[in-house]
C-alpha cells in the first residue's frame, strides 16, 4: 500500500493533525510525524545545530523535536518504510492565506516536501471551523493530486472558510496590507521587552484570491511554485549586466607594486 506521511506545526497532539490523517487513511497507509510542540510562523526552519530525536506515540505515530520541514526531510530520507507518495500538512488551526504563507510552519512543511520531490498540500481552517469538514475538502483535493499530476515544483495551498463550505475555488494568492507595530512592555524588574504586534489586516484587491475566496464563504484552492524569480523583471533588467560590468571594470583599482629597496650606499 502507498504511503501518506501527515504532520504540521501545531504539534502533534492537535486535533486538526488528527481530522487530516483520520481523512486520508482510505488513500494509503497514512504515517503521521510531527513535531512534539507547537510551532506556529516557525517558516521553512531546519534543524541542523543538534541531532533530531523521535518518539513512537502509536502505530504509525511519532513525535519529532524539531520542526515541520524536520518532519518531511526524516519522513522521505529514510525514517519510513517506503517513500511517501504524498505528504499532507495540516489541519492547520487558523488560515494561511496571502503573505503569511511566508511564516507559516504548515505551508513549510509542503514546500519542503516538493523540494524533495514529492507531491504535497498544505491545509489550514479559519478560526471558527469544523475540522470534519476541513477534512473532507482536504480528502478530495488529495485524491485530485494522486490520480493527476502537478507542474514541477508546485504545491496545493487549501485554506477552509470557518463556516459552511459553499464550495472550491481555484484561487491566486491575495495581498495583505499589513498595519503592524513593536508593542514594548515592561518585566516585573521594569525591564523593557517587545512583541511584534499588528493591527487587523487589511486586503488589496479580493476578486480571485485566496481570501476573497474564504471570506465568501468558499474552500480555497491555491497553486504555489517554488521558483521565485521574477522572470519579467529579469528581461526588463537585462541592460543591467553590460553597465554594471562597465562600471565594475572602471572601479577596480590594480593591486599596489611593492616599495623596490633602494641599493644607493648611504
Known amino acids: 500500500m502507498a504511503v501518506l506521511l501527515v504532520t504540521n506545526d501545531d504539534g502533534v497532539h492537535a486535533?486538526?493533525?488528527?481530522?487530516?490523517?483520520?481523512?486520508?487513511?482510505?488513500?494509503g497507509e497514512v504515517h503521521v510525524l510531527a513535531p512534539e510542540r507547537e510551532q506556529s510562523a516557525c517558516g521553512h526552519a531546519l534543524t541542523l545545530h543538534r541531532p533530531l530525536r523521535v518518539h513512537e506515540l502509536g502505530e504509525r505515530r511519532w513525535s519529532v523535536n524539531g520542526t515541520p520541514s524536520d518532519c518531511v526531510n526524516l519522513g522521505v530520507l529514510g525514517f519510513l518504510p517506503a517513500r511517501p507518495v504524498l505528504i499532507a500538512s495540516g489541519?492547520?488551526?487558523?488560515?494561511?492565506?496571502?503573505?503569511?504563507?511566508?511564516?507559516?510552519?504548515?505551508?513549510?512543511?509542503a514546500m519542503e516536501g516538493i523540494l524533495l520531490g514529492v507531491p504535497s498540500l498544505?491545509?489550514?481552517?479559519?478560526?471558527?471551523?469544523?475540522?470534519?469538514?476541513?477534512a473532507r475538502v482536504a480528502r478530495q483535493v488529495a485524491m485530485r493530486?494522486?490520480?493527476?499530476?502537478?507542474?514541477?515544483?508546485?504545491?496545493?495551498?487549501?485554506?477552509?472558510?470557518?463556516?459552511?463550505?459553499?464550495?472550491?475555488?481555484?484561487?491566486?494568492?491575495?495581498?495583505r496590507v499589513y498595519s503592524g507595530k513593536?508593542?514594548?512592555?515592561?518585566?516585573?524588574?521594569?525591564?523593557?521587552?517587545?512583541?511584534?504586534?499588528?493591527?487587523?489586516?487589511?486586503?488589496?484587491?479580493?476578486?480571485?484570491?485566496?481570501?476573497?475566496?474564504?471570506?465568501?464563504?468558499?474552500?480555497a484552492v491555491t497553486p504555489l511554485h517554488l521558483d521565485l524569480t521574477h522572470?519579467?523583471?529579469?528581461?526588463?533588467?537585462?541592460d543591467w549586466e553590460p553597465a554594471l560590468n562597465a562600471s565594475l571594470r572602471a572601479r577596480t583599482v590594480p593591486p599596489a607594486r611593492p616599495a623596490r629597496k633602494s641599493t644607493r650606499r648611504r
Open 15 to 27: 486535533a486538526g493533525l488528527a481530522a487530516l490523517a483520520a481523512a486520508l487513511e482510505e488513500l
Open 231 to 238: 522572470h519579467r523583471a529579469l528581461a526588463q533588467m537585462a
Open 122 to 134: 498544505a491545509v489550514s481552517l479559519a478560526e471558527g471551523g469544523d475540522f470534519t469538514e476541513a
Open 91 to 109: 489541519i492547520n488551526h487558523g488560515s494561511n492565506l496571502g503573505d503569511d504563507v511566508t511564516y507559516s510552519g504548515t505551508v513549510s512543511a
Open 182 to 219: 513593536i508593542v514594548e512592555q515592561a518585566d516585573p524588574r521594569g525591564r523593557p521587552h517587545y512583541w511584534i504586534g499588528a493591527g487587523p489586516p487589511e486586503w488589496e484587491a479580493l476578486d480571485g484570491t485566496d481570501m476573497g475566496a474564504v471570506h465568501e464563504g468558499y474552500a
Open 145 to 175: 493530486i494522486l490520480v493527476g499530476s502537478l507542474p514541477a515544483k508546485t504545491l496545493i495551498n487549501v485554506n477552509v472558510p470557518g463556516g459552511p463550505v459553499k464550495g472550491i475555488r481555484m484561487t491566486r494568492l491575495g495581498h
